[in-house]
C-alpha cells in the first residue's frame, strides 16, 4: 500500500506492545506493517521495566531504526508511532511517542486522532503556569495526567482522558505499564492481539499478520486497557455514546488486508463498488480501471455488478520517493506521471470508466484524466466511491480548508467539467453507509460529506 | 512496479537523449521510470558540446541525484544507466557509465546486457598490456574503441562492436555525439522515440510516456545509430542473424506499460495468463490471485478464459526499502510477510489459484504458499506463466548456478510437494512462444527453459 | 585552542545577539569562537521580533549549522550556547537552547553553569504537577519563570532567578527582548559588547574579536539586563554577596586571548608560571616544554622566570576526532601519542620540566610522561599551574567523582610515582591566588582545591 | 600540525606497510599521522596475500575510515595515501592509491609528488590506444609498468619508473609484494622502519613514532626496496645524480617531529630563525612572535639569536573546518579571524616582530598585519623564513600561477607596503641554504625562488 504525497490528510499510526522481550524490534515490524499510515516520522519507546528509553526521527521506519537502534532499545514494554502531517519546523518537534518525566516516573504516549478541545485545554494550562515543549496535542494529554490529583496512575489517567474530547486511539508507557485509551466515539481503529505470551495493540490488523500475532477483539470505544504484571484489565472510564466510526478508514485510508470496525476493509470496498455499479446502471463502457493502489477492490466490485470489464489500466512506479520535474520539462511531463504510467493497448479507443474513492482539490484527477485520454480512451467517466467532500474534519483527517475542496465551491457538472471528463458519478451518502458493517450496531461520522458533526468542536467555539 | 530484491537477477536499464538542452533531467526521468530494471546504483554523463561531465552513485535515482547534481550536468546530449547487480566491493566500481579519456577525447558507455567473449578479450588486451579498473564487461569495449586502427569514430565503434558478442543494448557520449548500438540478436529491448526537436532511446517506452516523447520504432537489431549535428544517421555493421529475443523481457521483466519487440507486455501477460488456462481445463478453483505486481495482468487473463474469477488476495508493502527481522522473531514472522500479506475474507476456506511469472529457488514461493494456508485457503494451485528454468542465463539474466535452480534438481511434483502446493503447472514452452509476438518475424531465446542457446559463449569454452 | 575530550569537564559556552539583522550568522560565529568551551553539541535560536526559531544538533559549530539554516534563522534577537557535557540517551535531549511556549508566547534560555538547588526545585515543580521533558537544569527555569506570578516578563524573570542558586550565566529570547542573567556570585564569565549598533554577550571576549565587536564591560555578578526596543537596561534582582569567580577559567578554561574576570587570560596564566618557578627554585634543569595549547603561556612565563630555556618539545596533532586505536596495536603505540608526539632533537638527553594546569585522573600524564622518556630525556619533572585537585565541582566543572580524583587517594609522593616522573609539584593555593588580579576586589572559589565552598549545595542536603 | 586551507599548495602523504597482521589499522594511524599533507581525501589498498581490497573516501582520515572498513580490509601488506589538492569534479576520480587489474593481477599505487613529463607519456600511450579512467599522473605509471615487455614484475616497475621524470615517491602494492620507489633527485621525503617484525615507510617519520616503529634509515634517492616473503631487496634502477631536496618541506610542510632529508625539521626550522635574527641586527623591537603553528620554532630561534623577547601574540583556532562568514558581516570580521585571534595584552603598545614561513599571495598575510594593528601593537615587523618565491614549482607543491605569486610582481618595499607591515624582510638564499643539512652531501630544490630548475620539466617544453 502506498498512499498519495499530495493529498494533505493527516495520518498516524499507533502501535503498544506487552510481554514481548524484543518490544522494540516487534514495535518496529507494526510500524512498518502502519506505514502507509505516516510517512514523516517514526518513534518507538520502550521499557524494561526500569528505564524509559526512546528514539525518533524523520522518515520512513526503515531509514530511522537501525538494528543497532532496536537493540539499545531493549525491554518487554513498548510503544510505537509513525506520522504524516504537519510541516516545516514544527515537524521534527512534534514527533512521537513524547516521553516526559514527572512526579512519579516517566510517561510516554503516541496519539492517533484529533482533539477538539485541546486549544483551550492548553490555554487552561497556560494559565496556572505551564510550559509547552510542542505544538501537538499529546504534550496537553500529559500536563493533565501530570496534574491530576488523583493518587494512583490509572486513576490519574482516567482523569486526564475525561477532561479531552475528540478522536483518540492512545497508547501509553511507564516504566512497568502499557496503558491503551480509545475514545467514546470510536473515530479511530484500535485492534487488541496476542504476541507469544503477551499482548499487542495497533491501529490496524495488518500488524498483527506481519509479527504472527493473533487477533483477540477491537479495543472496545471508551474502553481502556492496562497491561502489567497483574495481566490485562479493562476499564470503562467514558459515559456511554453513539459509535462515530471514521467511513474514510474504509474508503480510503486503512489497509485492505486489515479488519477494523468490525470487518475486513477490502470486503467494504468492494461493496462500495457494487453500490457504485448499483447508482449506475445505465452507463455503457468498455472496461472499468481503477486508480491503484487504493481503489483495486473497489473497481473490481464495480466490475463484478456492473459486467463491465476490470482492467489494469494505470501502473503505479512505488519508487516515487523525492523525484523532481524541472519545470522546462513540464510542459511536456507532469507530478502525475512521476506517478501513473497508462497501459496503452488496453486504453486505446476504450470507453474507460474510472474508479477512485474521493475527490479533494481535484489537481490531480485532472491530470489523470487527460493522461488517460491522451492514451487514446474514447470516453472517460469517473465514479467516486464518497460523496463530494465539503466539510472540514476535526477527528484527524487533515484536509484543506473549505476554500480548497473543489466540492464545496462547485457542483458536480461544473467539477465533471474541471477534471476533463464525460461523466462524473459520486457514490451517494447512502450507498456508501449500505456497504459499511453495521452487524454490532456500528455507526459511521459523514461530517465532511454530511456537515453532521457528531461531536461539538469546543476550540472553534471559543476561538 | 517493483521487483523482488532477493531474485538474483542481473538487470540494467539504458537511457539516451540527443537534442534536449536539459539531457541530464531528461535522462533523470527517463532512469526513474527505469527503475525496475535496476535498484543498486545509477549513473549520467552529459556534454554540452565540449566536456563530459558524470555523477554516479550507488541507490535509487531519487537518492545518488540531487536537483543540483543535475544542474552542474550541464548539456543536450546525455547517457544514463541503472544497475542491480553484483554484491559486495565491486559494486560501486561497476557503477555505470563509465567514462574515460583517449586519444580523441571523452568517451561514455552504458550498457545493458551481458557479453560472451568479454573474458576472452580482457585477456587478449591484458595480453598486449592493458589495465583494467573496473570488473565490468563495458570497460572492454571502451578499451577496443581506443585501440581501433580505423581513422573515424564511427568506423572505431563499429570495429569494436563487431569483435564484441553476446547481449548488449549500448549508448555512448562523446563531446558532440550520442551512439546508440544493439546486438545483432536483439536480446534486449531498445526503442527509439523523439523528444521535443531532439531524439531519446530508453530500454523500455515507459521511459518515453513520462517525459512526454513520442515512440518512433526500435532500434533494429544490429543497428547502430549516431546521433549529432548532422541529425541522425543509422547503420548496420554486423551481418545479420536471427533474432533472439528475451522472453523474460515479456514474462517477468519489463514493465507492462511498455511496449517491447514489437508489442505491449500487458498484452503478451495476458496472453500467456490465457494459454496458462488454457493448458490446465480441470482445475476446479474459487478464484484466482497474482503474486503482485509482476503476474497482475497474467492472473487477469488466465481468469478471463478459465471464467475463475479474479480477486486480489495478497497485498504488497511497497515500503520494504532495508527492514529486517530480529532472528528470535522469525519464528512468528518471515521476510516474505514483510512484503506480502494476505487479506484473510477473500482468501478464506476458498480454493486458490496463485499465477505467477517462474520459479528459481523456490525459497519465497514455499513462504507464499505457506501465508495463503494459514489465512485459511482451502486448496492452493500453482500456475507458473513459463516453463521451468533449467538451465543459466548467459545474456544478462544473472540466475543462480545449475545447483540453485530448483527445476534443475526437482521434477514437477517434487517441487510441488516442496513448495507445499496441492498442484503446480508450468506453461509449455509452446504456450509461451504462442503468447508472444512474431507478427514482424520476432524470434525468442528460450535457453533458460530449453537449454538451446542461440549463441556460443566463446569464454565458457576457453575457460 | 582544542580542549582534550577524555578530560571529563562540564562546559559549556553562551552568546547573545541584540540589534543586529544577521543575528544569526553573528551567534555562530560567536559560538565558533566558544567552540573550545562545549564541542557535543550547538544550538542557536533567534526572533525577528514576530516569531522564536531554532536550530539545534550533535557536534560542532561548523557541522550543525549548514548556511541555509542560518537564512532560514531570520532576525535581529539570537541566543547561542554550545554544550560539552552529559553522555549517551540524554546528550540529544538536553541541547540549548530550550525554547518552549507558555501563557505570553515563546520563551527561549541558554545556561552556563550549574545550579545547586535544581534538583530540590524540581521536586517540588513535579509534586504540582509539572512535566519534564530534559533533564537538564535550565527546564526548571523555565518553569519557574512560567509559574510565576508577577506581571510582567522582566519581574516573573527576577522572581525565577531568585530562587535558583548555583552557577548561572544566563541567556533569555523572547519574540522582542534579549534578556541576560549573571548569577550573584559571578562563578562563570560572561561579557557584554557593542555589536554595530547592536549589543552582545558572551561567555568570552574572544568572540567579539571574531566578529569585530567592542568590548563594554562585563556583566556584572547579579546583574539582569535587557535588550529591546527601549534600548539596554540595567537591574539588580539580587542581594550583593561575595564574589567567587572560577580559578580554573583562568588556570585551564578560557582561552589566553580572552579578559574575564578583570583581565587577560593569557596574563595570568603567565604569572601563573612565574609564581611556579619562583616556588621552584632549587630545579636544576635544560629545558621548560608544555602540554600544548592550555599551558604554553604558562610554561613561557615558568621559562622567564626560571631561566629555563622554554622549548617546543610536544607537537600536538590537531586533526584527533574519533580516531581509534586497534587494540593489538595498543602495546605499541598509545591514545596519547594520537595527541601528542614529542620532539626528538629537543628532548633527547634533556631534564625537562613539563607545565601542565592540572592533573585530574592522571592517566593522561602517566603516558605522556612516559612518551617523553622514550624520546632520550634524561629527568623529565612535572610542574603544574594549580594545587591539588581533591574535592568535587558543583558549579560547572564536571570533576569525575572522589574516587577517580588521583589527589584525593594519594599524596604527591605517591602521585609523582605513579606518573613516573622524576619530580612532580604543584602551585601552592597562595601562589596560584596571587596570579589572579584582584584590583577591583575580586574574590575566587577555590573549592575544588581548598575544599571551601562559597555557596552551599542544596541539593545535596536534600539528597 | 594545521595547514591553511587558503594556501593553494598541492600535498600528499603516502604510507606503506609489509608484514604487520593489521597492516589496515596500522596505514590508518600513519595517515592519520601525515594528516597535515593531505585533507582532501584519503584511500588504503590492502592484500592478505591472494586479493588486494580498498577503500577510498573525501576529507579527514578519521571520516574516511570506520573501524567495520578497516576490518574488512584485512591483510599485511598495505598502502596508503593522503591528498590535497585537485578541485571540483576531478577531485573524487583522483583519489588514491589507485588499483587495477592487469595481466598478472592486481597492481595499486599511491604516489606523492608530480611528474614532469606526464603529459607526454600519456599522449604517447594514448596513442597507442590507451584509455584512461583518472586525470592522475598515477595512472600513467600503472600503463608503463603493464605495458612493459619485461618478464618479472619487479623489472616491469624498473622499465617504468625509469621513463618517468620529475618528483616521485611512490608505494605498489600487489597480491604479494610492497614495492616503493624514490625519483633519483629525492624531491620528497621518504623514510624506512621496523613496525614489530615488519617493515614501515612513509613521507614522514612522525608516522613511526605514533605507531612505535624504529626509523632504519631514509629510503634513498633513487632507490627501489621490495618488500616479500623473501625479505627485504633494494635496487637503484637509475643511474645518479645531484640530490634536489625540496627545501620547502623544511620550510613549511613537514612536521617539526619528523625528521626528513638527513635530520629534524624542528632543528632546520630553529636555524632558520637564527639565521633570519643574524641578517636582521638592527632591528629594534620588543617581542617577537609566530603565526602559528608552522612558525613557531623558527621565531623562537629568532628570539634566541636576536634577544627579542618570544611571545604567543596569536592564537590558532583549530576547529575551522567549513566555517563561513556572512558577506554582510565581513565588514567588521574576516576569514583571517576565524583562524587567528591576537592576544591583546601582549600586542599592545608593542613594537612586533611576526615570522611567517612563507609569503604567496599575500592576501592572508596583509589581513593578519591590520589584525596586529588593530590589538594595538605600535609596529609591525614582518620577517620571512625564505626567499621571495617567484617561480612556479612541477615537482609536486602547487603554487598559483606566475602573476598569482606577489614576489614575482613587485619588489620587496612594494610587498612591504601591500602588506602594510612597518618593514619586510626575506631570509636570503644563503641564509636558508646554511640552516639546511648538508653533512651527508644533501644539496636542494630552490628552483621556486632562483629559478634554477633541476630538471627539465619535458612537458612544458612539449606543449
Given at each position: 500500500m502506498q498512499y498519495d504525497w499530495d493529498r494533505p490528510r493527516e495520518f498516524c499510526g499507533v502501535v503498544g506492545i506487552y510481554g514481548d522481550k524484543n518490544a522494540s524490534f516487534s514495535a518496529y515490524l507494526a510500524l512498518h506493517a502502519l506505514q502507509h499510515r505516516g510517512q514523516e516520522s517514526a518513534g518507538i519507546a520502550v521499557s524494561d521495566g526500569v528505564t524509559v528509553r526512546k528514539k525518533l526521527g524523520m522518515g520512513l521506519v526503515s531509514d530511522v531504526f537501525a538494528e543497532k537502534d532496536l537493540k539499545e532499545l531493549h525491554g518487554h514494554i513498548g510503544i510505537g508511532h509513525n506520522r504524516y502531517s504537519t510541516t516545516g519546523a514544527s515537524a521534527e518537534l512534534n514527533i512521537q511517542p513524547i516521553v516526559v518525566r514527572y512526579k512519579d516516573g516517566a510517561l510516554g504516549v503516541g496519539h492517533n486522532g484529533n482533539l477538539t478541545n485541546s486549544q483551550t485545554l492548553r490555554r487552561k494550562l497556560e494559565a496556572r503556569g505551564s510550559i509547552f515543549?510542542?505544538?501537538?496535542?499529546s504534550e496537553v494529554i500529559l500536563h493533565l495526567v501530570a496534574k491530576?490529583?488523583?493518587?494512583s496512575l490509572i486513576d490519574k489517567i482516567k482523569d486526564a482522558v475525561r477532561q479531552i474530547e475528540g478522536a483518540f486511539s492512545l497508547v501509553f508507557i511507564t516504566n512497568d505499564k502499557l496503558i491503551v485509551v480509545r475514545d467514546p466515539n470510536g473515530f479511530r481503529p484500535l485492534a487488541l492481539g496476542r504476541l507469544g505470551k503477551g499482548y499487542i495493540v495497533a491501529s490496524e490488523t495488518a500488524a498483527f499478520d506481519l509479527l504472527g500475532a493473533k487477533y483477540i477483539r477491537?479495543?472496545?470505544?471508551g474502553e481502556m486497557i492496562v497491561f502489567d504484571n497483574n495481566g490485562m484489565q479493562s476499564y470503562h472510564p467514558f459515559p456511554k455514546c453513539t459509535p462515530a466510526h471514521c467511513v474514510f478508514e474504509f474508503v480510503y485510508?486503512?489497509?485492505?488486508d486489515s479488519r477494523i470496525f468490525g470487518d475486513y476493509v477490502d470486503k467494504t470496498r468492494r461493496k462500495l463498488g457494487k453500490n457504485l455499479a448499483l447508482e449506475d446502471k445505465e452507463t455503457d463502457a468498455d472496461i472499468v480501471i481503477s486508480v491503484p493502489d487504493s481503489s483495486n477492490t473497489t473497481a473490481l466490485g464495480y466490475s463484478r455488478r456492473s459486467n463491465v470489464k476490470f482492467e489494469i489500466g494505470l501502473i503505479r512506479?512505488?519508487?516515487?520517493?523525492r523525484t523532481f520535474i524541472n519545470p522546462t520539462q513540464s510542459k511536456r511531463s507532469s507530478d502525475v506521471r512521476l506517478k501513473f504510467n497508462t497501459v496503452g493497448g488496453v486504453l486505446k479507443d476504450r470507453r474507460v470508466v474510472i474508479v477512485d474513492d474521493s475527490i479533494v482539490r481535484g489537481t490531480t484527477l485532472k491530470k489523470l484524466v487527460q493522461t488517460v485520454r491522451e492514451a487514446g480512451a474514447r470516453e472517460v467517466h469517473l465514479r467516486i466511491s464518497?460523496?463530494?467532500?465539503?466539510n472540514p474534519c476535526?477527528?484527524?483527517?487533515?484536509?484543506?480548508?473549505h476554500e480548497e475542496l473543489i466540492a464545496n465551491k462547485r457542483e458536480v457538472d461544473e467539477i465533471c467539467q474541471y477534471l476533463g471528463a464525460d461523466s462524473l458519478k459520486y457514490l451517494s451518502l447512502e450507498g456508501m453507509l449500505s456497504?459499511?458493517?453495521?452487524?454490532?450496531g456500528q455507526t459511521y461520522c459523514t461530517a465532511c460529506f454530511?456537515?453532521?458533526?457528531?461531536?461539538?468542536?469546543k476550540d472553534l467555539e471559543e476561538t
Open positions: 515543549q510542542t505544538t501537538s496535542d491530576s490529583l488523583e493518587e477491537d479495543v472496545e470505544k485510508f486503512s489497509r485492505p512506479n512505488h519508487y516515487v520517493g464518497s460523496p463530494p467532500i465539503k476535526f477527528y484527524g483527517m487533515n484536509f484543506p480548508t456497504a459499511m458493517p453495521s452487524e454490532q454530511s456537515g453532521v458533526y457528531p461531536l461539538k468542536v
